[in-house]
């Protein structure tokens, strides 16, 4: 799940004050910084053009091509259009076709803009965790 232009330097800067703010060490080229939020969700969070940041967590990888498939992604799709207007959370299906992902693009100027994108983020994972193992 990369992004197809290079991210700003005031977003990756602040990328790195999050993760310095929380003891975690990043390379100094670091565009992505790895989260364990309440011991459960993995959340990726990479730097993007615009003082924007890209919060993704993978939800489940996806079947062989063939029927299986194309009746998970109908059901993720059906699921997904029921929640667009609650959630500002999107699905997605990653570049190698292998795996479906959740994802919220967020403004961040700010740690505290940071840790509401990640508050938002964790609420609708919960839910898409839950949602995605029964179907």
């Given at each position: 799940?990369?992004?197809s232009?290079?991210?700003?330097?005031?977003?990756?800067?602040?990328?790195?004050?999050?993760?310095?703010?929380?003891?975690?060490?990043?390379?100094?080229?670091?565009?992505?910084?790895?989260?364990?939020?309440?011991?459960?969700?993995?959340?990726?969070?990479?730097?993007?053009?615009?003082?924007?940041?890209?919060?993704?967590?993978?939800?489940r990888?996806?079947?062989?091509?063939?029927?299986?498939?194309?009746?998970?992604?109908?059901?993720?799709?059906?699921?997904?259009?029921?929640?667009?207007?609650?959630?500002a959370?999107?699905?997605?299906?990653?570049?190698?076709?292998?795996?479906?992902?959740?994802?919220?693009?967020?403004?961040?100027?700010?740690?505290?803009?940071?840790?509401?994108?990640?508050?938002?983020?964790?609420?609708?994972l919960?839910?898409?965790?839950?949602?995605?193992?029964?179907?």
């Amino acid at each position: 799940m990369s992004t197809s232009s290079p991210p700003d330097a005031a977003a990756v800067a602040l990328l790195h004050s999050y993760a310095a703010h929380h003891g975690i060490a990043l390379a100094p080229d670091a565009s992505t910084l790895q989260l364990l939020i309440d011991g459960r969700y993995a959340l990726r969070l990479q730097a993007l053009r615009g003082e924007g940041l890209m919060v993704s967590a993978h939800l489940r990888p996806l079947p062989e091509p063939g029927l299986a498939r194309d009746e998970l992604l109908l059901a993720f799709a059906r699921l997904a259009c029921g929640t667009m207007k609650e959630q500002a959370t999107t699905c997605s299906v990653d570049a190698r076709e292998r795996a479906l992902w959740l994802q919220l693009p967020a403004r961040a100027q700010s740690l505290q803009h940071i840790d509401e994108a990640i508050g938002t983020f964790v609420n609708s994972l919960a839910f898409w965790s839950k949602a995605s193992s029964s179907l």
